[in-house]
């Protein structure tokens, strides 16, 4: 029961839920870009992404200085289950996709070449 607890409470965050949905629309995503969109200090995107990592939805990959982070292929079975909820609600939440424009407006990796 703690588990999912845990896993309802991860979603219990306005960052978190913006950060999974700009995830949700790209592969996958450098801590800067996210820090540039959300317009977040790399202290509070990092321990977002810390914690979005520790339940499990996350993964990331390191390339010299930088962190990438992408949502985890084989979720959890209720994190698989609130995914297309999660899309669905999320691609019409009028902050996401003006966080997404914003993402395209600069574009990806845009300080991690």
């Not at 703690?2 to 950060?19: G, M």
């Not at 949700?24 to 540039?36: G, K, R, T, Y």
């Not at 520790?54 to 930088?66: A, E, P, S, T």
Request: one cysteine or more; hydrophobic letters at 40%.
């Amino acid at each position: 029961m703690k588990d999912i607890a845990k896993i309802f409470q991860s979603l219990d965050e306005e960052t978190r839920l913006r950060i999974l949905a700009l995830l949700l629309h790209e592969q996958e995503l450098c801590v800067c870009d996210i820090m540039a969109v959300l317009q977040l200090p790399q202290s509070t995107a990092s321990r977002h992404l810390s914690h979005l990592k520790n339940i499990g939805w996350l993964q990331d990959r390191r390339v010299g200085l930088w962190v990438y982070y992408s949502i985890v292929k084989q979720l959890d079975p209720l994190q698989q289950t609130l995914l297309p909820i999660l899309r669905h609600f999320l691609h019409d939440s009028p902050d996401a996709r003006a966080d997404l424009e914003r993402l395209r407006s600069f574009g990806t990796k845009n300080c991690c070449a």
